[in-house]
């Protein structure tokens, strides 16, 4: 289902104004001063699909990571406290969880694509990726080639799942997994003989688990990007877009880069 908003001008409003929905949808959303729409007062409410570490992933009982972090920055330039909410990652890409008023942003790793580019607002983009192939420790496969015959793990809705089917060869049965922990489950445990994924939380993975191995990336030239409704919040977008270019002058992304990452970015 589809939800439409009605809004009203930045402008009229002193701090939060009401706003009405229709009957099926999130039926509030408040307006900062700046014009920032939120589905709830005085929090930024981020859709997330975890496990996605170092991105976004459970530590202590708190919801931590890269994006995460990055979220708290745009947070605190609007004085708003975060939330967040797990959701699949499938209604993330697809656009449902923000037009159902789920969030004000999703914030989950998420690479910027032509097809998700029509149903989200995205920032700019905040971090590159690849895919990788991953492969038990005692595996001798180093390509999609190799696993011929053999089960691939795959995340649903991903652009790892998209690159699975378009490049391995069509005697690759392709396993699809809801989540990064069950597939990186799986290939730790045997039960497939490689997974693909992006190359960030794979070698995040392998880093810490001698029973894997990363054996491969692929060049996709992916960029992640934060994502708002399409056409719904462009104040929010601004704030997004300004904290991600601040934070890379001011070399706050470099400290949050390398408290997720254990190193400052290359180049
Ligand atoms: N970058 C990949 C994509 O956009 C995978 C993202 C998965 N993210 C997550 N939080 N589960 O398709």
Known sequence: ?????????????????????????ATETTTTESGVELVSDG????????????????????????????????????????????????GIQSGQSLNNGDCDVAAAGMT????????????????????????????????LEDL?????????????????????????ELRVFEDLGLLTTAVATGQVDAGINDNGVLYDFANTNDDVEVVAEFDTGEQYGFAVRKDGNPELLDAINTVISDSQEDGTYDEVYAEWFGDAPAG
Request: contains cysteine.
């Open 43 to 90: 929090e930024l409410t981020v859709c997330t699909h975890l496990p996605y570490k170092p991105f976004e992933f459970e530590q202590g009982g708190e919801v931590v990571g890269f994006d995460i972090a990055m979220m708290d920055l745009v947070a605190e330039t609007q004085d708003l406290e975060t939330t967040i909410v797990n959701t699949g990652f499938e």
């Open 1 to 25: 289902m589809t939800c439409s908003r009605l809004r009203l001008p930045g402008a009229a409003l002193a701090a939060t104004v009401l706003v009405t929905g229709l009957a099926g949808c």
């Open 112 to 143: 910027i694509t032509d097809e998700r580019a029509r149903v989200l607002d995205f920032s700019d983009p905040y971090f590159d990726a690849t895919q990788a192939l991953m492969v038990p420790a005692d595996s001798d496969a180093t390509s």
């Open 148 to 172: 011929s015959g053999g089960v691939l793990a795959v995340q649903q809705g991903t652009t790892g799942e998209i690159y699975a089917n378009e490049n391995a060869p069509d005697d690759v």
